[in-house]
């Protein structure tokens, strides 16, 4: 069975810093892996996805993450947060079988502070 | 631009009622799916459909049900609305295929039930 684990519900950070959110997957086959974002009030937007292409994946607004699979992580980062990205983060694995099924993790707040 | 859209963003309804959550998109998508999010929970699937008239349960069916009629449409039903189904819905969509095509989201329904 596959699953996600967000490591920190809330996460906090000040203006300028490093941002870095957790995410560990399982998966017995080889994973593609999804990072989206959710602003208040509205969907999710996807920001970026790992497909075994290249293990550092860049993404919207300034996002990365890595792939690492002897740590099964996709953890991520921002070198310098911005007072925009205060949002909830999700991390996601699709589920093998097919349908593009996805199992989400709970979930990060990002809050940024001046 | 994909464009998935929820005729609601905030529903109050009645204990018993039968309540109607609509959902459309306009990329000809095959895939539609849809989740409640719950604090601390992530979002977690009620059901999905990959072709028009076919629906799969998801992990928390119990109390909900769905329709596909069309393509672009999809529709769930809570039979007789209950308090603990107060939450955010939300719907989205994907191409079928490669397990790296990514959903698209709406922006959810905010549905009270008293």
């Known amino acids: 069975a596959q699953s996600v684990t967000q490591l920190g519900s809330h996460v906090s950070v000040s203006e300028g810093a490093l941002v870095l959110l957790r995410c560990n997957y399982s998966?017995?086959?080889?994973?593609?892996l999804f990072w989206y974002v959710q602003y208040p009030n509205q969907g999710l937007q996807l920001l970026l996805k790992?497909?075994?292409?290249?293990?550092l994946v860049k993404g919207i607004n300034g996002f990365e993450a890595e792939f690492k699979k002897s740590e099964t992580s996709f953890h991520l980062t921002k070198p310098s947060a911005h007072m925009s990205d205060a949002a909830e983060y999700f991390c996601a694995v699709s589920v093998a079988g097919g349908y593009n099924k996805l199992i989400f993790g709970a979930g990060t707040r990002l809050a940024v502070h001046p | 631009d994909v464009k998935v859209t929820q005729s609601s963003r905030y529903l109050v309804k009645r204990t018993g009622e039968k309540v109607f959550l609509e959902c459309v998109q306009d990329?000809?998508?095959?895939?539609m799916f849809w989740y409640r999010q719950d604090p601390g929970l992530g979002l977690r699937l009620i059901y999905f459909s990959y072709d028009v008239k076919m629906k799969e349960k998801g992990d928390i069916p119990e109390g909900y049900s769905v329709s596909r009629e069309k393509k672009e449409r999809f529709s769930l039903i809570l039979e007789s609305a209950s308090t603990n189904q107060t939450s955010m819905y939300l719907c989205?969509?994907?191409?079928?295929?490669?397990?790296?095509?990514?959903?698209?989201f709406g922006d959810g329904t905010r549905l009270s039930i008293l």
């Open positions: 998966s017995s086959v080889p994973p593609y």
């Open positions: 989205a969509s994907s191409l079928r295929g490669s397990q790296s095509q990514p959903q698209h």
């Open positions: 990329m000809d998508h095959e895939n």
């Open positions: 790992y497909t075994s292409a290249a293990t």
